[in-house]
């Protein structure tokens, strides 16, 4: 009787419990359901502008242009805080698998690392298979691991290999890109700016191409100003680096020490440049 009793007691405040939590969630649904009413107006708003020819483009065109990705990336921002917060405050139960899934192409490795904790409620969800799979894709080039071997060619033909450079005494940088990505195009200046601050300091970078037309990526590293050795095996997306470091887009790098172990990924922008005035004083 008294396990019966028991039972019964635990049922109910189980009952109690879930009760709560579907309360506590009904706001944060709401604001997620906002967040992607307001993605499919912007998205309504730019798929009007892509039916234009470019060349007829006008400056107001533009200019919608420029505030539309502005407020995409606003709301970029308040979703990803916002599903932190939910994984947060609900960690015990399945509630933030569903959202996790929605941004995990937009996560950065260290909060994947935190959200693919085994010890959460929401762990074993199924939603988070995606999540879960990015995840192990970023530990290849973990910062404390060692780098891994690359043989490709260089813009010669001549075959080159990434221990040419990692492990001898610098600080290398592998910078993962295209000529056809045009964040990587965007992102290039601040690499060149930081390879004068740096070359002579200490720091050698070495371009990892994702193209597979030669005459596009030499014409891409002329015009970009990449002065650094380049290698690729032309391959485009099936490039041997993708499965060596886990790339699943670009651009994105790695840095090694002297030693040639990894301590730093995907530095761009300021982070690039604070990191390396850091090391290379």
Same mark, same amino acid.
């Given at each position: =009787?008294?396990?019966?009793?028991?039972?019964?007691?635990?049922?109910?405040?189980?009952?109690?419990?879930?009760?709560?939590?579907?309360?506590?969630?009904?706001?944060?649904?709401?604001? =997620?359901?906002?967040?992607?009413?307001? %993605?499919?107006?912007?998205?309504?708003?730019?798929?009007?502008?892509? +039916?234009?020819?470019?060349?007829?483009?006008?400056?107001?065109?533009?200019?919608?242009? !420029?505030?539309?990705?502005?407020?995409?990336?606003?709301?970029?921002?308040?979703?990803?805080?916002?599903?932190?917060?939910?994984?947060?405050?609900?960690?015990?139960?399945?509630?933030?698998?569903?959202?996790?899934?929605?941004?995990?192409?937009?996560?950065?490795?260290?909060?994947?690392?935190?959200?693919?904790?085994?010890?959460?409620?929401?762990?074993?969800?199924?939603?988070?298979?995606?999540?879960?799979?990015?995840?192990?894709? %970023?530990?290849?080039?973990?910062?404390?691991?060692?780098?891994?071997?690359?043989?490709?060619?260089?813009?010669?033909?001549?075959?080159?290999?990434?221990?040419?450079?990692?492990?001898?005494?610098?600080?290398?940088?592998?910078?993962?890109?295209?000529?056809?990505?045009?964040?990587?195009?965007?992102?290039?200046?601040?690499?060149?700016?930081? %390879?004068?601050?740096?070359?002579?300091?200490?720091?050698?970078?070495?371009?990892?191409?994702?193209?597979?037309?030669?005459?596009?990526?030499?014409?891409?590293?002329?015009?970009?100003?990449?002065?650094?050795?380049?290698?690729?095996?032309?391959? !485009?997306?099936?490039?041997?680096? !993708?499965?060596?470091? !886990?790339?699943?887009?670009?651009?994105?790098?790695?840095?090694?020490?002297?030693?040639?172990?990894?301590?730093?990924?995907?530095?761009?922008?300021?982070?690039? +440049?604070?990191?390396?005035?850091?090391?290379?004083?």
């Amino acid at each position: =009787m008294k396990d019966m009793k028991k039972i019964i007691l635990m049922t109910m405040l189980a009952a109690t419990t879930l009760a709560a939590n579907a309360q506590d969630t009904k706001p944060y649904e709401s604001k =997620m359901s906002q967040i992607e009413t307001e %993605y499919n107006k912007l998205k309504a708003e730019f798929e009007v502008l892509k +039916q234009k020819d470019p060349s007829t483009f006008t400056d107001a065109d533009k200019a919608k242009i !420029g505030e539309i990705m502005a407020k995409a990336d606003s709301l970029d921002s308040v979703q990803l805080a916002t599903v932190l917060e939910i994984a947060e405050k609900f960690k015990t139960t399945t509630f933030p698998a569903k959202y996790i899934a929605e941004v995990a192409d937009g996560l950065e490795y260290a909060d994947l690392k935190r959200l693919c904790d085994p010890s959460t409620g929401y762990y074993n969800a199924p939603e988070m298979k995606k999540a879960k799979d990015l995840y192990e894709m %970023y530990k290849l080039r973990e910062p404390g691991s060692m780098y891994k071997e690359l043989v490709m060619t260089d813009l010669n033909g001549k075959q080159m290999k990434l221990s040419d450079w990692a492990g001898k005494g610098k600080y290398v940088f592998v910078d993962f890109w295209a000529s056809w990505c045009a964040p990587c195009r965007k992102e290039m200046p601040n690499v060149v700016e930081a %390879y004068k601050r740096y070359k002579d300091k200490g720091l050698e970078i070495i371009g990892v191409s994702f193209d597979d037309n030669k005459l596009k990526w030499s014409s891409a590293v002329e015009k970009l100003g990449m002065t650094w050795p380049q290698m690729s095996d032309l391959k !485009g997306w099936q490039s041997a680096a !993708g499965k060596v470091y !886990g790339i699943r887009s670009i651009p994105s790098n790695i840095l090694l020490d002297k030693d040639g172990k990894i301590i730093a990924m995907d530095l761009r922008g300021e982070a690039l +440049q604070t990191e390396l005035a850091k090391l290379l004083k």
